[in-house]
């Protein structure tokens, strides 16, 4: 039977814990997941953090457009193989998968490549009441250790949405996948390695939300940032955590049950601090789904 670990700090981890991963057309077990308990979390945040010191936080933007070029080419080499692991795990057919999943999960690295290897800094003068003025300017660094929670609808495509520009800017990430999808995450630990990836900068951990992994990583004083793809409610932790007590870096997507509720929202997202970040980002990716389903589905 296929075992499906952890990846943390460049190595394949099991712990004692595992979980049936089955498959949504039949519901037979087609695998088991190691489940990552809060030793293992805090393992992977370390190992993000000492990255963020090593060999990875030394590199030029242009060394990091060239490693996640190369992490784009070698998924694509695989195309196969996460083709087979994305349509075990969701159960979609291989026409949209091949045609949309595997090539935009591949193609995600490449874009905020290209992005971030053009992205200009800020400089401007101003005045000041003593008329000697100032000069202004920005400069750009990464924020740490980011967290990524993905959803089971697109694995592989939401996850290198978050993971590539995290990664194209210097940070290290934890992806927590969803207990339902752990296999395209796993799989692109493999390719991590094959091209080089410093150890430490790509780490995955498999499990549940509360009392599991995703508790333990949204929870972490040792991370940075949080990007969130998933259903979340009114005493969602995430929110209490994030944006109620750190006030930190909060990326996420709201369901429809808290669209429809919008004041329970208001009361986390309406916030003073210039420190919170929220992005609250459209559900349209089930729509391209349905899109496409009918676009093939109308031509056979």
């Known amino acids: ?19 049936d991963k089955r498959s949504p057309l039949d519901n037979t077990v087609i695998g088991r997941v190691s489940e990552a308990g809060k030793a293992e979390v805090d393992a992977a945040v370390e190992a993000a953090q000492a990255a963020l010191k090593g060999p990875w936080g030394k590199m030029t933007v242009a060394e990091r457009v060239d490693l996640l070029n190369a992490v784009a080419d070698e998924i694509n080499n695989r195309f196969e193989e996460f083709l087979e692991a994305e349509c075990a795990d969701t159960g979609k057919p291989r026409a949209l998968a091949s045609h949309i999943d595997i090539p935009r999960g591949a193609a995600n690295f490449k874009v905020f490549a290209d992005v971030v290897k053009n992205v200009p800094t800020e400089f401007f003068e101003m ?5 000697k003025g100032a000069i202004n300017y920005g400069y750009r660094r990464p924020v740490g250790v980011v967290g990524v929670i993905c959803p089971w609808n697109l694995p592989l495509l939401l996850m290198t949405w978050k993971v590539g520009p995290a990664l194209a800017c210097g940070n290290t990430v934890v992806v927590k996948p969803s207990e339902e999808t752990p ?29 599991s992994a995703g508790e333990f990583l949204t929870t972490h004083p040792g991370v940075d940032a949080i990007t969130f793809t998933a259903g979340i409610g009114e005493n969602s932790p995430i929110l209490r955590t994030w944006v109620c007590e750190r006030l930190a870096f909060l990326g996420i997507k709201l369901d429809e049950e808290v669209n429809r509720t919008r004041s329970k929202a208001d009361r986390f997202i309406s916030t003073p601090d210039s420190r919170v970040a929220v992005a609250v980002i459209p559900t349209n990716e089930e729509l391209m789904i349905a899109r496409e389903t009918q676009r093939l589905t109308a031509g056979n």
């Open 1 to 19: 039977m296929k075992e499906i670990k952890n990846f943390i700090n460049g190595e394949f981890v099991a712990t004692g814990k595992w979980f």
């Open 127 to 131: 005045s000041t009441p003593d008329g």
């Open 183 to 211: 296999q395209t995450a796993a799989l692109l630990g493999e390719v991590m390695n094959k091209v080089g990836m410093p150890k430490g900068v790509y780490n995955v951990v498999h499990g549940f939300g509360p009392g």
